[in-house]
């Protein structure tokens, strides 16, 4: 029997419009010289994305649903709908949400689907809203709830209780909370750190509710310096139409453009601004040369010869998606970011 279980996004609607006129009033009374604020156009771009992303995710949701009822008929095993199971859920999908997350973000074809999110150069509640309209990317990452007999449709409830979740911490109008929350909990401290694009921001935190997952494989920074937000390379657009596509225009370029089959399939599934060895030591070659001029060295410090229109402001991540047992709980941001494996 399919749980009965409530649409959490529909209603948290009126506290998401509440809560974003709520912060436009605030920079309005109390402005911050230094903070992302609010631009009109931007604003718009991002309420159009996240509307967008209603209609496109009804077509998404029959062929992934079709999938997960398939499994979930197929699995013998069965996890029943009490108030201690949906905590585990809960639980369970934010755990395979981070790896989700980490994946979109070093997996170039599906950064392509994410880099929506992240194209932004303002951070406040709206950000929240700029969803993509690929989000097909998604539900493998979610199979193995499935096939432990997680229902589809209890899936789907603690997905939308994590989407809710973060639209509160898409502001710069909250500070640093006490240092329990701080430690366990996805914060806008946190979240300014993933949205921005520089240094040791690069590759962090990716939680969704909870920031222990950043904690145990190495992927958490604190915030100090003040983030610069959107990508390493902005788009400078505000088409709805290009804001969801212009890394797949990218991608598909770049293949054009490869030379080998190795290294086609390296520009879709390796990590955003990967180039093959031979380039990126002609790229350094030319870097070094003393004859080089300022304007070829401007251009190939560009990380990749072929950039896409987006590069990834974690463009630094590992290609794999393997735990970083190593890396501290803080990380300066003024450090230099990892570099990426050819």
């Not at 436009?24 to 109390?30: F, W």
């Not at 609010?38 to 996240?50: F, N, Q, R």
Request: include cysteine; glycine fraction near 6%.
């Amino acid at each position: 029997m399919e749980p009965n279980l409530p649409d959490v996004v529909l209603w948290s609607i009126p506290a998401f419009v509440l809560l974003t006129v709520i912060e436009m009033v605030s920079y309005r009374l109390h402005p911050d010289e230094d903070a992302a604020g609010y631009e009109t156009k931007d604003a718009a771009t991002s309420l159009t994305m996240g509307l967008g992303s209603l209609g496109f995710d009804l077509l998404w949701k029959i062929p992934i649903l079709a999938i997960y009822m398939g499994v979930y008929e197929l699995t013998p095993l069965r996890v029943p709908v009490v108030w201690w199971t949906v905590l585990l859920m809960l639980l369970a999908q934010d755990f395979f949400y981070y790896w989700s997350h980490r994946g979109h973000h070093v997996i170039r074809i599906l950064w392509a689907c994410h880099v929506v999110h992240h194209s932004s150069e303002k951070f406040n509640l709206t950000t929240a809203l700029r969803q993509p309209w690929t989000s097909a990317t998604v539900w493998p990452f979610y199979l193995p709830l499935i096939a432990c007999g997680v229902h589809p449709a209890a899936l789907a409830f603690c997905q939308s209780a994590n989407l809710v979740y973060q639209f509160w911490v898409h502001t710069e109008r909250v500070g640093k909370l006490p240092r329990p929350f701080e430690y366990v909990l996805n914060t806008p401290s946190h979240h300014r750190v993933h949205h921005a694009s520089q240094g040791g921001y690069l590759d962090r935190n990716y939680g969704g509710i909870l920031i222990i997952w950043d904690r145990m494989f190495g992927s958490f920074a604190a915030e100090a310096e003040r983030p610069v937000y959107g990508l390493t390379k902005n788009i400078s657009t505000y088409n709805p139409l290009r804001v969801a596509t212009h890394e797949y225009a990218a991608i598909a370029r770049d293949v054009r453009a490869a030379d080998t089959w190795s290294e086609r399939a390296g520009r879709v599934f390796r990590g955003p601004g990967w180039q093959p060895a031979a380039k990126a030591g002609a790229v350094t070659a030319a870097t070094d040369s003393p004859t080089a001029t300022a304007t070829t060295s401007a251009t190939t410090l560009t990380p990749a010869a072929s950039a896409p229109d987006t590069l990834s402001p974690q463009a630094s991540a590992p290609d794999t998606l393997s735990p970083q047992a190593s890396a501290p709980d803080t990380l300066s941001p003024q450090a230099p970011a990892p570099e990426r494996a050819l």
